[in-house]
């Protein structure tokens, strides 16, 4: 959004709608949760337990995460 946009746009008129394609589980494999991102065209997921909001994962992260392994392991 621009930024006179974002002046007159409310959080619900910008926000997406919660569905499954945007949520997975703290058990959930790493691969299958990036597989969901990718089908759902988003870099994030919501991460749920229950009904419950416990984390964020994101493509940023994961790639951060997956750097920092590489140069650990070099």
């Known amino acids: 959004l621009s930024a006179e946009e974002r002046e007159a746009t409310s959080v619900q008129g910008a926000m997406r709608p919660l569905t499954d394609a945007i949520v997975t589980q703290p058990d959930a494999p790493l ?18 337990q229950g009904d419950r909001l ?19 392991k070099g």
């Not at 949760?33 to 991460?47: D, E, Y």
């Open 54 to 72: 416990v984390g964020l994962l994101t493509m940023n992260g994961v790639i951060r995460r997956l750097k920092m392994r590489e140069e650990l």
């Open 31 to 48: 691969p299958a949760a990036i597989a969901r991102m990718a089908q759902a065209g988003t870099a994030r997921l919501l991460v749920m």
